[in-house]
């Protein structure tokens, strides 16, 4: 049985300073360096670790236990953040400061403490000396928070084929999500005619019929049905540029739009809607219209009554969370790791998500305790068996 007593939360808490401390933005990533911190912080405990290489100064790290019996756990984490701007920070964001139960830096929910905690976690297993039924794995991956190609490469390895449950430790906020929603991202494209700014009827605004568009979508989008255990398909708009010159007629607009869907048939409701309303609002002011899709992962559900999701719903459960079955409303690695692998996943760990991607983020060190004991009690569980 692991245990986590004061000795390894504070250990955990050293090892997230440390990894919040590195810069491992992306772009660029740079995850090498990340990446080496918790190469050397395993091989000090006897555990064997395998680079996969990237791109020049960007590589994945994937470490493993073996165990008694053929397959394994995999616990996953990704070793890159989004950027800062660090003017808009009050807290310097590669200096972790701690006040009271509270964390401050970039990563320090999304999702270094996850990281810290899934090696934490590793190094009480291999102390204890006791090999464990199944092989525990970590993949600490690079390239998360923009195309998941650290997660892919790893997947493509070879090295987590006989991987049987994926544990993802973003910030959940204490849930336990049995998969996620897909991820949708479409770029549209409102063309209309250049003229002289002082005689804007003799040109066509792209910038009229996409404004109204965005504000006609957003209206939609908050109507969006919802749906047991799935929630509804939220939509963002995430950028919008159009024009290029205050004194022209802008003859181009165009918007990117962040969509996470519930369902295959909630992303065609979405497409359809993009394509309805686009045409309508460009027909209005006599523009042309356009959509493309430039992204696009399914929704990922996990089968609740596996034995490893029921046992890690379990280790939850322990804790007295109440435990309605739902899917995360952010996407993970997993969206490169299932399809090729076919393991049921849970994405649970330490933090909010809505403590993500925004300046001073920060980490209730509270959560990275409760999370420590309930993986701890999870991995006790079904290794020790």
């Known amino acids: 049985m692991l245990v986590i007593d004061d000795a390894a939360y504070r250990e955990a808490i050293a090892t997230l300073e440390r990894l919040v401390s590195i810069r491992s933005v992306n772009p660029p990533g740079n995850e090498d360096e990340i990446a080496g911190v918790a190469k050397g912080l ?3 405990n006897g555990i064997n670790t395998t680079v996969v290489p990237l791109s020049e100064g960007r590589s994945s790290l994937v470490a493993r236990i073996p165990g008694r ?3 394994s756990i995999v616990l996953c984490g990704h070793l890159d953040t989004v950027n800062a701007d660090e003017k808009k920070w009050t807290h310097p964001p ?3 400061r701690i006040e009271g139960d509270r964390m401050w830096g970039l990563g320090s929910a999304d999702m270094k403490s996850g990281v810290a905690t899934i090696i934490e976690i590793a190094l009480l297993v291999a102390r204890s000396g006791i090999q464990p039924k ?3 794995v970590l993949a600490l991956t690079a390239d998360e928070e923009y195309a998941y190609t650290g ?3 790893v997947a493509e390895s070879g090295l987590i084929d006989d991987a049987q449950f994926l544990l993802i430790p973003e910030p959940s906020a204490g849930k336990a999500y049995c998969g996620q929603k897909g991820e949708l991202w479409v770029e549209v494209t409102f063309s209309g005619r250049a003229a002289h700014g002082s005689i804007p009827a003799s040109g066509v605004s792209a910038i009229l019929p996409a404004m109204r568009f965005c504000l006609a979508l957003d209206e939609q989008a908050r109507e969006f049905a ?3 255990g799935r929630g509804r398909t939220s939509l963002n708009i995430g950028q919008f540029d159009g024009g290029w010159q205050v004194n022209i007629v802008p003859d181009t607009a165009r918007v990117k739009l962040d969509i996470r869907v519930v369902s295959a048939e909630d992303k065609n409701m979405v497409l359809e809607l993009i394509e309805k309303l686009g045409a309508e609002e460009a027909a209005k002011e006599g523009a042309s219209f356009s959509m493309n899709v430039f992204a696009y992962k399914d929704p990922i559900v996990s089968d609740a009554d596996n034995p490893y999701v029921q046992a890690f719903l379990a280790a939850v459960a322990g804790k007295g ?6 899917i995360a409303p952010y996407s993970t690695d997993a969206v490169e790791i299932v399809p090729r692998i076919k393991v049921p996943v849970v994405i649970y760990g330490p933090g909010d998500i809505a403590q993500a991607h925004q300046p001073d983020e920060f980490l209730d ?7 420590l004991e309930v993986i701890a009690s999870f991995v006790g569980q079904v290794l020790e068996a």
């Open 151 to 153: 997660a892919a490469s």
């Open 321 to 326: 969370k109440l435990l309605p079955v739902e």
């Open 365 to 371: 060190l509270s959560s990275l305790r409760e999370a």
């Open 42 to 44: 395993l091989l000090e």
């Open 134 to 136: 199944k092989s525990l």
């Open 94 to 96: 590669f200096d972790p």
């Open 69 to 71: 019996e053929s397959g």
């Open 226 to 228: 919802e749906y047991p």
